[in-house]
T-cell receptor
Framework: AQTVTQSQPEMSVQEAETVTLSCTYD???????LFWYKQPPSRQMILVIR??????QNATENRFSVNFQKAAKSFSLKISDSQLGDTAMYFC????????????FGKGTKLTVNP | NAGVTQTPKFQVLKTGQSMTLQCAQD?????MSWYRQDPGMGLRLIHY???????DQGEVPNGYNVSRSTTEDFPLRLLSAAPSQTSVYFC??????????????FGDGTRLSIL
């Protein structure tokens, strides 16, 4: 069974600085996908970034990038130039390849960006 | 384009009452699922469906029923509400790509309180 662990329940960062959120996972599969979702106070679940395990290159979406370490089963999210609108819960999630679309989520990290 | 629509957004029930949470998507997605979100627990999968007429249990299915008579709709039924079912419920959908890489699209959630 897949598991996803986020060891930082809460984090804070000053506006314009960089912050890294940690995520580790456990799976016996060779091919899988990893995701970071953002949940602002509005409660919406917004996809931030996606990484395919068979791709060695780290995914990047504007100010958001990941550090994917497959051997260590680590998938951290880096947010550069933090903005007040980045304040949210961030969830790491995994999904195996092969037809199952089931997402397994971590418990989340609450990020606060301070002015 | 409405995406994933959940109704109602808020609901208060008394213990023992029944109700149905509605979920509809207009993206012709094969895969649909229901999650519950509790403080400190992340999102946990209740039930999912890979297509019309096909449903299966997730991690926390007890106390909930689902059916999938059409591609568009995936209602979640609470037959006899219990205080432990107080939670925020999310419906999500995605293509069943066969590879597991399709990102899931989430509704805005239903906040359910059982008194």
């Amino acid at each position: 069974a897949q598991t996803v662990t986020q060891s930082q329940p809460e984090m804070s960062v000053q506006e314009a600085e960089t912050v890294t959120l940690s995520c580790t996972y456990d799976t016996s599969e060779n091919n899988y996908y990893l995701f970071w979702y953002k949940q602002p106070p509005s409660r919406q679940m917004i996809l931030v970034i996606r990484q395919e395990a068979y791709k060695q290159q780290n995914a990047t979406e504007n100010r958001f990038s990941v550090n994917f370490q497959k051997a260590a089963k680590s998938f951290s999210l880096k947010i550069s130039d933090s903005q007040l609108g980045d304040t949210a819960m961030y969830f790491c999630a995994s999904k195996t390849q092969g037809g199952s679309e089931k997402l397994v989520f971590g418990k989340g990290t609450k990020l606060t960006v301070n002015p | 384009n409405a995406g994933v629509t959940q109704t109602p957004k808020f609901q208060v029930l008394k213990t023992g009452q029944s109700m149905t949470l509605q979920c509809a998507q207009d993206m012709n997605h094969e895969y649909m699922s229901w999650y519950r979100q509790d403080p400190g627990m992340g999102l946990r999968l209740i039930h999912y469906s890979v297509g019309a007429g096909i449903t299966d249990q997730g991690e926390v299915p007890n106390g909930y029923n689902v059916s999938r008579s059409t591609t568009e709709d995936f209602p979640l039924r609470l037959l006899s509400a219990a205080p432990s079912q107080t939670s925020v419920y999310f419906c999500a959908s995605s293509y069943s790509s066969g590879t597991g890489g399709s990102p899931q699209h989430f509704g805005d959630g239903t906040r359910l309180s059982i008194l």
